[in-house]
């Protein structure tokens, strides 16, 4: 998670973005084979599933809005089959707009894969294989090849 610019009225909000993100991704790290976590947060009905800013960030609102977050906007959005990987900036759904105006939102990324009409949230440490520092791909990696780099080497 990279912030940039905050005042110290959103420390709070990074915390509680951090936090969320924490519990998000270990969450899905005990995901069943079918690709969906053990609670139903991570994975939402999507547009007809298409990879494209309005369905990803639908997806992702529904994602963050747990953690009383919201998608200020899509800042990349890359595919590959039925993989998307998107850096987006989050802002505090609590925030009126006169607090939090002039301030840069936080930026995170997320790494979805598409089963049948949903989204469902992937954690990168269990989707990009077991990475050898300065090493290629692993073979236990489920991201496609060409989306592999940018998803699972960005920080």
Do not use: N, Y
């Not at 105006?101 to 990168?124: C, N, P, S, T």
Request: with cysteine; net charge negative; proline share 3%.
């Amino acid at each position: 998670m990279i912030s940039r610019g905050l005042r110290p009225q959103s420390r709070a909000a990074l915390g509680a973005a951090a936090f969320v993100s924490v519990l998000l991704f270990a969450g899905c790290s005990a995901a069943s084979d079918s690709g969906h976590s053990s609670g139903d947060e991570s994975g939402h009905a999507a547009s007809g599933s298409a990879c494209d800013e309005a369905s990803v960030g639908d997806t992702l609102g529904h994602i963050v809005g747990e953690a009383r977050m919201v998608v200020a906007s899509i800042d990349s959005l890359d595919c590959s089959g039925d993989w998307a990987f998107a850096s987006a900036t989050l802002a505090d759904a609590d925030a009126d707009a006169s607090a939090t105006e002039g301030q840069e939102g936080i930026v995170d990324v997320f790494l979805l894969q598409r089963d049948g009409d949903i989204w469902v949230l992937k954690a990168r440490e269990t989707a990009c294989g077991t990475i050898s520092p300065g090493g290629p791909m692993p073979a236990d990696a489920q991201v496609p090849a060409d989306l592999w780099e940018r998803a699972c080497l960005t920080s």
